[in-house]
T-cell receptor, first 110, second 113 residues
Framework: GESVGLHLPTLSVQEGDNSIINCAYS??????FIWYKQESGKGPQFIID?????DKRQGQRVTVLLNKTVKHLSLQIAATQPGDSAVYFC?????????FGSGTRLLVRP | NAGVTQTPKFQVLKTGQSMTLQCAQDMNHEYMSWYRQDPGMGLRLIHYSVGAGITDQGEVPNGYNVSRSTTEDFPLRLLSAAPSQTSVYFCASRDGGQTGELFFGEGSRLTVL
């Protein structure tokens, strides 16, 4: 696989626990936000998105929270599973540019 | 449905050589983009295109050229490769508009010696 993410912050959680991954974005004009998951050797995969006129959006086992006041985004994963182990990126969009954050590695302990 | 296809998957170049990374999508997506990913730095936007004949610069465009002569193809050209361009390159596409899921290819790993 690719040797990306060697210096990423890491979140280690017990299988079955909930995970919370945080992200600070920089552009107050960003109006659309996305979370991506990247497994080793693969391209990023879409998880969930949220528009700036929303504070919260839920998917299957995942919830995204947006706090525009402090420019903060979080991804909550319920009942974390071994298959959730990956690097997670938040991304912000303004106009047609989708800009990614630096990522967080999630490790799930059995 | 192949989605986004990138070629080659691996390439080694010498400094000063030129090459083109190919990207093709079969989803009739208007929007296409190129990212590079270095260890610990996430993905950085190089160039993007909102439709055939239209391209624009991203965060790190220097040293790269793109063109969009068809909806399906969005090649990335390195005119004179430098070691700093050693990276993994991802092509991505989505349907028209400013939002929506971005579909990524599997990546092209480029090493410049």
């Amino acid at each position: 696989g690719e040797s990306v993410g060697l210096h990423l912050p890491t979140l280690s959680v017990q299988e079955g626990d909930n995970s919370i991954i945080n992200c600070a974005y920089s552009n107050s004009a960003s109006d659309y936000f996305i979370w991506y998951k990247q497994e080793s050797g693969k391209g990023p995969q879409f998880i969930i998105d949220i528009r700036s006129n929303m504070d919260k959006r839920q998917g299957q086992r995942v919830t995204v929270l947006l706090n525009k006041t402090v420019k903060h985004l979080s991804l909550q994963i319920a009942a974390t599973q071994p298959g959730d182990s990956a690097v997670y990126f938040c991304a912000e969009s303004s106009s047609y540019k989708l800009i990614f954050g630096s990522g967080t590695r999630l490790l799930v302990r059995p | 449905n192949a989605g986004v296809t990138q070629t080659p998957k691996f390439q080694v170049l010498k400094t000063g050589q030129s090459m083109t990374l190919q990207c093709a999508q079969d989803m009739n997506h208007e929007y296409m983009s190129w990212y590079r990913q270095d260890p610990g730095m996430g993905l950085r936007l190089i160039h993007y295109s909102v439709g055939a004949g239209i391209t624009d610069q991203g965060e790190v465009p220097n040293g790269y050229n793109v063109s969009r002569s068809t909806t399906e193809d969005f090649p990335l050209r390195l005119l004179s490769a430098a070691p700093s361009q050693t990276s993994v390159y991802f092509c991505a596409s989505r349907d028209g508009g400013q939002t929506g899921e971005l579909f990524f290819g599997e990546g092209s790993r480029l090493t410049v010696l």
